[in-house]
């Protein structure tokens, strides 16, 4: 059964870090592209980060440009978002799914709510 686990979401200060978690099981992450994405309350869901599981080239949107930083671990079959400087504006709940543009049949996690507050 395919599986994506997000974790390390939390309540964080302005400026401050987190690094979010996404853990896989019944398949090998590196056989996919793998996306990151956020959705605020009242927004629709939005692309954060994505890594092509040919090259390893990674995106990310402007608004997380040179901020986050998404990386692979492939002995724990298991991908990170590196989440730095965080603002106002990062709030949401993260997930990670199965491809860049996710279709009905890619996998999803369930989320990990994302805070930033002072």
């Known amino acids: 059964q395919v599986q994506l686990v997000e974790s390390g979401g939390g309540l964080v200060q302005p400026g401050g870090s987190l690094r979010l978690s996404c853990a896989a099981s019944?398949?090998?992450?590196?056989?996919?592209?793998i996306g990151w994405f956020r959705q605020a309350p009242g927004k629709e869901r939005e692309g954060v980060s994505c890594i092509n599981s040919n090259d390893g080239s990674t995106y990310y949107a402007d608004s997380v440009k040179g901020r986050f930083t998404f990386s692979r671990d492939n002995a724990k079959n298991t991908v990170y978002l590196h989440m730095n400087s965080l603002k106002p504006e990062d709030p949401a709940v993260y997930y990670c799914?199965?491809?860049?543009?996710?279709?009905?049949?890619?996998?999803w996690g369930q989320g990990t709510q994302v805070t930033v507050s002072s």
């Open positions: 019944g398949f090998t992450l590196d056989d996919y592209d």
């Open positions: 799914a199965t491809d860049c543009v996710p279709g009905p049949d890619d996998s």
